[in-house]
C-alpha cells in the first residue's frame, strides 16, 4: 500500500460562522469512514494562520512566521494508505465535500525513497 497526503489550503476555506459545525461533523464522518475502511493514518487542521507558524533556516534560525512572500498555507490534511491513486483521489473526493474545499493530492515517499 502506499500512503497519500490529502491536503488544504486555508484560502480555499470561506466558511460562514453557521456553517462550521455542519462541516465540522461531516468532516469527522469522513475520518471515522476513513477509520472503519483501515485506511486512515493520521490527520488534522491547521490551528491559527500565518501568524501562528514559525520559519526554521538551514541554519537553525527560528523566526516567527512563514517567508514574507509567502501567500498560502496548508489549512489541514489528512494522510491514507491506500493501494492505488484512484482510491487516494476517492477520498480525496470524500474530503474535499466533506470540507467543501479543494484538496490537493499527494505521493508520499518512504523513508528509503527519501534518502
Do not use: N
Not at 491536503?7 to 471515522?32: G, L, N
Amino acid at each position: 500500500m502506499t500512503k497519500y497526503l490529502i491536503s488544504f489550503r486555508d484560502e480555499a476555506v470561506d466558511y460562514r460562522d453557521e456553517d462550521v459545525a455542519d462541516i465540522a461533523e461531516a468532516s469527522s464522518a469522513m475520518t471515522r469512514e476513513a477509520i472503519a475502511a483501515g485506511v486512515f493514518v493520521f490527520g488534522g487542521g491547521i490551528k491559527g494562520g500565518l501568524e501562528d507558524a514559525w520559519t526554521v533556516d538551514e541554519a537553525g534560525v527560528v523566526t516567527d512566521g512563514p517567508y514574507p512572500e509567502s501567500k498560502e498555507h496548508l489549512g489541514g490534511f489528512i494522510i491514507v494508505d491506500v493501494d492505488t491513486v484512484e482510491d487516494a483521489l476517492m477520498w480525496a473526493g470524500k474530503c474535499a465535500a466533506a470540507c467543501r474545499a479543494t484538496m490537493q493530492v499527494r505521493e508520499l515517499l518512504s523513508g528509503a525513497e527519501a534518502r
